[in-house]
């Protein structure tokens, strides 16, 4: 694994998913995410109770397939497939690789493209792991309502996401673990400040209230709010049966 010093190295530009990134990711991620390592370990006993048989599982926004391949661990029930879509070209090229590494015999199609244009079909599990925060805000509503129209009955949105708060206390008191967080990572303060600029615009987060708010308008129902470490958090939203 490659160790993120990309922030030690130049000055801040906006954040986008370029092929340095991809170099570093599984690191920065790691060292960036509280409790990510611990939300890929805990992803197969989820899958695991809600994939149907002969249906799909979608990873939106699937990066280098961390969660594809946590996902695929857990399959058990015959027919399914999985589907790993990301708008990095060379994320999606980079995250074949690694399937294709990977034994196991549920089949994965990795997919280059904008989880905003695809079509959503015979899901039962759908995971969006902080990437919902790099839509435009506009959008996500109709983001949203595409992944319930194309779930199954009894199905599961996962949504990960870095969460934002009204209180502004709160705010700060997150914002100052949260840094604290990635100087135990091994970050430095330059490197804490130049990423939090590239990224400025760019992760627009929004509360857990806000995703409630949207995930119930869309039809979900029940929400629940299943994992959380400091401002990064999970929840599953079901597709009423």
Not at 205 to 219: M, N, V, Y
Request: hydrophobic letters at 40%; proline letters at 6%; glycine letters at 6%.
């Amino acid at each position: 694994m490659s160790r993120d010093d990309l922030y030690r190295r130049r000055p801040p530009a906006p954040f986008e998913f370029s092929e340095e990134v991809v170099r570093v990711f599984p690191d920065m991620i790691e060292r960036s995410v509280p409790g990510y390592r611990q939300l890929l370990e805990l992803t197969p006993l989820l899958v695991q109770q809600a994939v149907q048989p002969d249906s799909r599982i979608y990873d939106l926004g699937c990066s280098l397939g961390a969660a594809t391949l946590a996902a695929r661990r857990a399959v058990r029930a015959e027919g399914v497939q999985i589907i790993g879509i990301d708008n990095s070209p060379e994320m999606a090229e980079r995250c074949r690789e690694l399937i294709a590494a990977d034994n196991s015999r549920v089949p994965v199609r990795i997919e280059q493209g904008d989880i905003r244009e695809v079509a959503i079909e015979n899901a039962s599990v759908v995971m969006l792991y902080f990437t919902l925060q790099f839509v435009p805000p506009a959008a996500r509503d109709a983001v949203i309502g595409n992944i319930f129209n194309g779930l199954r009955p009894g199905g599961v949105l996962l949504l990960a996401e870095k969460f934002a708060f009204d209180d502004a206390r709160e705010q700060q008191w997150m914002d100052r673990h949260h840094e604290d967080f990635k100087r135990a990572q091994g970050y430095s303060d330059l490197e804490i400040a130049r990423k939090r600029q590239a990224l400025d615009n760019v992760l627009v987060p929004e509360t857990r209230e806000q995703h409630r708010r949207r995930l119930q308008a869309a039809g979900f129902d029940p929400i629940i709010d299943w994992f959380g470490c400091l401002n990064f958090g999970c929840l599953a939203a079901i597709r009423p049966a």
